[in-house]
């Protein structure tokens, strides 16, 4: 089975930076597709990045794009969203996941973390 845990959310004043990390345990990952999601109180889970098995393809939400930065180690089975120019808006629980088809897609997803949350004030 296998397991995901996030670290790296925190507190951020609104411009400031946060990196998350992913750290996949069970397997290696290297075949997956890699992605966090976030969610909002009050709002329904949204995609927000994936990468895949190799890190050559990635994809990005509109509302991150030029901001979030995903990235993957395969050695350190771990994945990591870099998180720059954070607005207000970014607050919100984020989760990790993973994919065994190694879909890189809004629709990605067997597997998931238990959250970090990211608070950004104004």
């Known amino acids: 089975q296998v397991q995901l845990v996030e670290s790296g959310g925190g507190w951020v004043q609104a411009g400031g930076s946060l990196r998350l990390s992913c750290a996949a345990s069970?397997?290696?990952?290297?075949?997956?597709?890699m992605g966090w999601f976030r969610q909002a109180p009050g709002k329904e889970r949204e995609f927000v990045a994936a990468?895949?098995?190799?890190?050559?393809?990635?994809y990005y939400a509109d509302s991150v794009k030029g901001r979030f930065t995903i990235s993957r180690d395969n050695a350190k089975n771990t994945d990591y969203l870099q998180m720059n120019s954070l607005k207000p808006e970014d607050t919100a629980v984020y989760y990790c996941?993973?994919?065994?088809?190694?879909?890189?897609?809004?629709?990605?997803?067997?597997?998931w973390g238990q959250g970090t949350q990211v608070t950004v004030s104004s």
């Open positions: 996941a993973a994919d065994k088809f190694g879909r890189v897609a809004r629709t990605m997803g067997h597997y």
């Open positions: 069970g397997r290696t990952l290297s075949t997956y597709a």
């Open positions: 990468i895949s098995g190799s890190g050559s393809s990635t």
